[in-house]
C-alpha cells in the first residue's frame, strides 16, 4: 500500500505552512507527501476562471497561482525536509516548466492530475524523463484513459491508474469504488483511489476493494481558508485512517483458509459442549428434546450436535440432573 497525503493549495503560498505540513504528516506514517507545481504564466492566462470563487485577495485565479508559487530554492527546501522526514517527496506539474524544475530536484515518479490526462504535451515531456507516472482519472472516460495508456505505453512508461471523482467534496453516491476492480480488470496494472470526500471510510472501503494507492487533501483544519479545505482529511483523521488501511491491507495480503481449523483444536476442546441431562432421568426413560442441555467442555459426554441421534432412545442407567450423556448411558435397540 502507497499512502499519499496532498498538502496541495493548503499551504496558502506560505513556505512555513508548507514545511509544518511535511512536520504535521510524517508523524501520520503516510508514505508520501504531495504538493502541486503551479507557475502561471506557463499554465495559465487571466482568462481562466476560478473552479470556486473564493478568494478575495486574487483579482483572478492567475492571481492565485502567482500567490501559490514557490522559488526553485523553496522549493528544494521542502524536498530536502520530506527526505529529513523520510517521506517521498511527490509532486503534480502543470506545465512543462514545471516538469524541468521538477527533475531539477530529483523526483522519483510523477503525479498526473485529473485534469492533464489528455495533455499529451505535458505527458511527452513527462515520457522522456523515463520515470513512472500516477495517472489520477476523476475527468477521463474509458476511452479517454484508453488514449492515454497507449500513449504511455508506446513510450513505455511505467504507470499506475486511481479512480477519482472531481467533485469537492465527494458525495457517497458518486465514489464510483465500483470503478477500481474495473480499473485493475482493463489495464492489468497498480490501480488506487484518490478521494475527495474527506471522510476516513471512503479510503477504508477502496482499500477492501484492491486498491493499492490511496492519495487524500489534507490540512489541518476544514474550516481553513482555500478551495480544497471542506474536501480535505485532517491530521488526527489522517493518522486513523493510516493505521486502518494498513491493517486492512496486511489482511488482505494474508488470505484464512476457512477449510483448515486445525489450530483452533485446543479452544474448541473449551468452547463446545457435551450433551447433558437436564434433569433425574431413571432407567429406560426414553430421551425427548426438552431432557437435554449442552455443557462446556467437550468430549466429556455425546457431543452436543448428536442430539437428534439420541432422542427417541431409552437410558440405560439412572442419570441424575446436569449428568453428561455418554455412550454407556445409551440403549441401542
Same mark, same amino acid.
Given at each position: 500500500?502507497?499512502? *499519499?497525503?496532498?498538502?496541495?493549495?493548503?499551504?496558502?503560498?506560505?513556505?512555513?505552512?508548507?514545511?509544518?505540513?511535511?512536520?504535521?504528516?510524517?508523524?501520520?506514517?503516510?508514505?508520501?507527501?504531495?504538493?502541486?507545481?503551479?507557475?502561471?504564466?506557463?499554465?495559465?492566462?487571466?482568462?481562466?476562471?476560478?473552479?470556486?470563487?473564493?478568494?478575495?485577495?486574487?483579482?483572478?485565479?492567475?492571481?492565485?497561482?502567482?500567490?501559490?508559487?514557490?522559488?526553485?530554492?523553496?522549493?528544494? *527546501?521542502?524536498?530536502?525536509?520530506?527526505?529529513?522526514?523520510?517521506?517521498?517527496? %511527490?509532486?503534480?506539474?502543470?506545465?512543462?516548466?514545471?516538469?524541468?524544475?521538477?527533475?531539477? $530536484?530529483?523526483?522519483?515518479?510523477?503525479?498526473?492530475?485529473?485534469?492533464?490526462?489528455?495533455?499529451?504535451?505535458?505527458?511527452?515531456?513527462?515520457?522522456?524523463?523515463?520515470?513512472?507516472?500516477?495517472?489520477?482519472?476523476?475527468?477521463?472516460?474509458?476511452?479517454?484513459?484508453?488514449?492515454?495508456?497507449?500513449?504511455?505505453?508506446?513510450?513505455?512508461?511505467?504507470?499506475? *491508474? %486511481?479512480?477519482?471523482?472531481?467533485?469537492?467534496?465527494?458525495?457517497?453516491?458518486?465514489?464510483?469504488?465500483?470503478?477500481?476492480?474495473? %480499473?485493475?480488470?482493463?489495464?492489468?496494472?497498480?490501480?488506487?483511489?484518490?478521494?475527495?470526500?474527506?471522510?476516513?471510510?471512503?479510503?477504508?472501503?477502496?482499500?477492501?476493494?484492491?486498491?493499492?494507492?490511496?492519495?487524500?487533501?489534507?490540512?489541518?483544519?476544514?474550516?481553513?481558508?482555500?478551495?480544497?479545505?471542506?474536501?480535505?482529511?485532517?491530521?488526527?483523521?489522517?493518522?486513523?485512517?493510516?493505521?486502518?488501511?494498513?491493517?486492512?491491507?496486511?489482511?488482505?495480503?494474508?488470505?484464512?483458509?476457512?477449510?483448515?481449523?486445525?489450530?483452533?483444536?485446543?479452544?474448541?476442546?473449551?468452547?463446545?459442549?457435551?450433551?447433558?441431562?437436564?434433569?433425574? $432421568?431413571?432407567?429406560?426413560? *426414553? $430421551?425427548?428434546?426438552?431432557?437435554?442441555?449442552?455443557?462446556?467442555?467437550?468430549?466429556?459426554?455425546?457431543?452436543?450436535?448428536?442430539?437428534?441421534?439420541?432422542?427417541?432412545?431409552?437410558?440405560?442407567?439412572?442419570?441424575?440432573?446436569?449428568?453428561?450423556?455418554?455412550?454407556?448411558?445409551?440403549?441401542?435397540?
Amino acid at each position: 500500500m502507497f499512502i *499519499i497525503a496532498e498538502v496541495g493549495q493548503a499551504h496558502e503560498g506560505s513556505l512555513g505552512m508548507a514545511l509544518s505540513y511535511i512536520d504535521a504528516l510524517a508523524e501520520t506514517g503516510v508514505d508520501a507527501v504531495k504538493f502541486q507545481v503551479h507557475i502561471a504564466e506557463a499554465e495559465s492566462s487571466i482568462y481562466e476562471p476560478f473552479r470556486i470563487k473564493f478568494s478575495e485577495q486574487d483579482k483572478t485565479r492567475f492571481d492565485y497561482w502567482k500567490r501559490m508559487q514557490f522559488t526553485p530554492e523553496e522549493w528544494k *527546501i521542502l524536498k530536502d525536509r520530506c527526505a529529513e522526514k523520510k517521506v517521498e517527496f %511527490l509532486a503534480s506539474p502543470f506545465s512543462n516548466k514545471a516538469v524541468d524544475l521538477l527533475e531539477e $530536484l530529483g523526483v522519483e515518479r510523477y503525479k498526473i492530475g485529473s485534469g492533464e490526462v489528455n495533455n499529451f504535451l505535458l505527458l511527452e515531456k513527462i515520457a522522456n524523463t523515463g520515470k513512472p507516472v500516477i495517472l489520477s482519472s476523476g475527468m477521463s472516460s474509458f476511452s479517454e484513459l484508453d488514449s492515454t495508456v497507449e500513449f504511455l505505453k508506446e513510450r513505455k512508461v511505467p504507470y499506475s *491508474i %486511481l479512480q477519482c471523482t472531481t467533485a469537492y467534496p465527494t458525495q457517497p453516491e458518486q465514489y464510483g469504488l465500483n470503478v477500481i476492480p474495473e %480499473l485493475r480488470e482493463r489495464y492489468k496494472v497498480e490501480v488506487g483511489y484518490s478521494d475527495h470526500s474527506a471522510k476516513k471510510e471512503t479510503c477504508i472501503a477502496a482499500t477492501t476493494l484492491g486498491a493499492e494507492i490511496l492519495e487524500f487533501h489534507a490540512v489541518f483544519s476544514r474550516k481553513s481558508f482555500g478551495p480544497d479545505a471542506t474536501s480535505s482529511l485532517e491530521i488526527d483523521e489522517i493518522t486513523e485512517l493510516v493505521s486502518s488501511v494498513r491493517n486492512i491491507s496486511k489482511a488482505l495480503m494474508n488470505p484464512v483458509d476457512k477449510s483448515d481449523n486445525r489450530e483452533y483444536e485446543k479452544l474448541k476442546s473449551i468452547f463446545e459442549k457435551s450433551l447433558a441431562v437436564n434433569k433425574n $432421568l431413571r432407567k429406560g426413560h *426414553i $430421551l425427548k428434546f426438552e431432557d437435554m442441555e449442552a455443557k462446556k467442555p467437550k468430549d466429556k459426554g455425546i457431543d452436543a450436535k448428536e442430539f437428534r441421534e439420541v432422542m427417541g432412545k431409552k437410558l440405560k442407567n439412572n442419570l441424575n440432573k446436569w449428568d453428561f450423556l455418554k455412550e454407556k448411558d445409551i440403549l441401542n435397540e
